[in-house]
Each structure stands twice: as C-alpha cells, then as structure tokens.
C-alpha cells in the first residue's frame, strides 16, 4: 500500500529556505516509499483568506482533498515576528473543511514540522507554534520537529543543502513521517 503524505510549505519566494527544506525533507519521505505531493507557496499565495469574501468552496479544494485522503502531512513555515507565517497559518485553516470528517482534521495522522528561520528564538516559537497547531488539529506530530536556523549560505541554487546538520534534520523529518503514516488511525 502507497503512502501519500501531504506537504505543505514556502513563502511568497520561489525558492526560499522554507520551501527548500520541505523539499528535502519529501524527498526523505518518499526515499522510504511514500508519494509526496506538495503544496508550495506559490499555490498558498494564491488562497483567498479562509472564508473570506473571496473564498468559495471550490477554492483550495485541491489542498482540502489531499489532506483528506493522506497518511501523513509535512508542515513548514518561515519564523515571522515569534510564529508561523500568515500564508501558512491561511493554509491550514482550510483544514476546517475536514471538521465533519469520519477521520476530522489531522485524526490519525503523523505530522512533520519544520521552521526555518535566521534566528534561533524565531524558529524555536515557531515550533511550539506548530506543534500547538498540530495538536489542536488531532495530529500526531513527529517526535523529532526540525527547527532550524539558517543563513543565505545554508541551501546551494540549485535547493541542495550544504548543511550536512540542517540536512539530517530535514531527513529525519520526512522519514518520520513516512515510516508512521498509515499506522496511527
């Protein structure tokens, strides 16, 4: 049976720190045999606030339905001002529509957390802020949630780490996730 394992994660930059780390950490997952499908912030830019005046259900029902039908979920966001970015956070509040679910919100499922920030108290309030959420959305988040500090020199251009530590992390992430997806409900 195929894993499928959601992740979801970035910033208005293509390309970005975040973005980079969720990539290796799916890469991970889907090393141990998952399918990884991502959710990058070029797809959150485009999300009308949650229930907004723009928003119709037909609106991030992409996100919305892989979520639904998935084994585990990888989270990343950037550290802004002590939490998760706003772009993110709109994200999983979409996560609303799985309320009425058989399995609601994140029943069942491992959850991989990962911040990233260029500094230490960022990416530490971020994770607490994660987790908190991951929680609150009956997840089971991983035992090991990689809250990184990273600086311009930590990703090459190409989105390769040249962090060997930052690297691990990330990769002990996603093969969490995989390893417990499908196991928890």
């Not at 809250?147 to 780490?161: E, R, T």
């Amino acid at each position: 049976m195929t894993r499928r394992i959601v992740a979801i994660g970035g910033t208005i930059k293509p390309g970005s720190s975040t973005e980079r780390a969720l990539a290796v950490a799916a890469s991970a997952a889907a090393d141990e045999g998952a399918e990884v499908v991502t959710f990058d912030g070029a797809y959150m830019a485009c999300l009308p606030h949650y229930r907004g005046p723009d928003w119709t259900p037909q609106r991030g029902a992409e996100l919305i339905e892989a979520v639904r039908t998935s084994d585990g979920v990888l989270l990343a966001s950037p550290g802004y001002h002590g939490t998760v970015s706003g772009m993110v956070k709109n994200a999983i509040d979409y996560l609303e529509e799985l309320a009425t679910d058989k399995l609601p919100y994140l029943e069942g499922r491992p959850v991989g957390l990962i911040v990233t920030a260029f500094g230490h108290q960022a990416a530490n309030s971020g994770m607490t802020t994660l987790r908190t959420i991951a929680h609150s959305l009956r997840g089971w988040p991983t035992p090991f949630g990689a809250a990184v500090k990273v600086s311009p020199d930590s990703f090459h251009d190409s989105g390769a780490c040249l962090d060997p530590t930052i690297q691990g992390q990330l990769e002990l992430v996603g093969r969490q996730v995989a390893q417990a997806a499908g196991r928890l409900a």
